[in-house]
């Protein structure tokens, strides 16, 4: 979600009599800085760009592949340095995920946007070689907008989550031996949601409504718990992206896009216990600003990532269009003095 410029904040000011909001800045955060950027997604000067999923290549890191959307055209696929593999059409897609099912390959999930009142997700399948996707097909989700999604892979169930704009949330699940995708669970937070993650260990859903917080739902239930509130202190309105650090059995980090204040927050699993935030700021790339889509992966990715990735949206990417920015995850947690 992009702020209006500066001509025309200045527009809005004198239609206002020069009454202005002060912008609200969260608590204290260390900065990093990006090594890696993609090129320009191709629809140019627009809010385009929004969210990315990582695919680890564990036989060769080097090998790896980012998917990222362009919300107004499809699905982009980028090399580990950041260079762009191919490009997909699908229209209106605005978040995306993929999950790995080893022998039946990579899946990669985008939330389709292209008809506003029946909600679908558009499938397709990540050639591992080529870098290319290979169209699966659309799923119904239901009436609705269809804006998040996240998926997951436990126990042999590839469940898949989709967060409606009005704030549902719908959980489908695949069936790997009859091909069918069938409903499973319908949840729902009060107001606008889009940004989820689901823990790969226990299935428990983290789901962000984008004024009050950060929703924990476990696996299974419909009831839901705000487990960390839009405070202005570590959270400061748009709660955006998601992204999880699982460590060991139950701990780890949970990450989220403080878009108003154009930080990112951390928090520790298993009690969501702040620990931290950290901005992206100007080195070698740009400073990243307005950040919708993150994701995070703690693999080894060779030698700049050797401790893991963590990409970011970058939603103000001027003179260019957006793009998406790759940082190290080591040097987050060493900033933040989590080693």
């Known amino acids: ?70 919300k107004k055209a499809g699905l982009h696929v980028y090399g580990i ?18 999950v790995d099912l080893g022998p039946s390959g990579v ?16 499938a397709h399948r990540l050639n ?20 998040g999604v996240c998926l997951s892979y436990i126990d042999f169930n590839l469940d898949l989550y989709a967060v409606l704009k009005d704030g549902r949330i719908e959980q489908l699940r695949s069936n790997e031996r009859t091909g069918a995708v069938d409903p499973v669970l319908s949840r729902r937070v009060a107001t606008q949601a889009e940004g989820c993650v689901v823990d790969p260990r226990d299935g428990t ?25 839009v405070d202005n202190v570590q959270l400061v309105a748009d ?14 980090y949970l990450v989220a896009s403080s ?10 699993l298993p009690d969501m216990t702040p620990v931290g935030r950290f901005r992206i700021g100007q080195g070698a790339l740009g400073a990243v600003e307005e950040t919708d889509g993150i994701a995070l992966d703690t693999g080894d990715f060779g030698p700049q990532f050797p401790g893991g990735l963590f990409i970011a949206q970058d939603g103000r990417n001027e003179p260019r269009a957006q793009n998406f920015k790759f940082v190290s995850w080591a040097a987050i947690k060493e900033a933040l003095g989590l080693e």
């Open 1 to 70: 979600m992009r702020r209006a410029s500066p001509l025309a904040a200045t527009a809005v000011l004198a239609l206002l009599g020069g009454c202005a909001t002060t912008p609200i800045v969260g608590g204290p955060a260390v900065t990093v800085v990006a090594l890696v950027e993609t090129p320009p997604v191709g629809t140019a000067a627009a809010d385009a760009a929004d969210d990315i999923a990582i695919w680890r290549n564990p036989d060769d890191p080097s090998k790896s592949l980012i998917v990222g959307t362009d």
């Open 81 to 98: 340095d950041g260079r762009e593999r191919s490009f997909a059409g699908g229209g209106l897609l605005n978040n995306v995920d993929l």
């Open 107 to 122: 899946v990669v999930v985008a939330s389709d946007r292209n008809d506003p009142l029946q909600a679908k997700l558009q």
């Open 128 to 147: 591992k070689d080529a870098g290319t996707l290979s169209p699966m097909g659309t799923l119904p989700v239901g009436p609705g907008e269809s804006y």
């Open 205 to 229: 859903l983290y789901v962000g409504e984008e004024n009050a917080g950060i929703w924990r739902f476990a696996a299974g239930s419909a009831t839901g718990e705000l487990v960390a509130r």
């Open 239 to 252: 709660v955006e992206g998601l992204a999880i650090a699982p460590e060991g059995e139950a701990g780890g």
């Open 259 to 268: 878009q108003g204040d154009n930080a990112y927050a951390v928090f520790r």
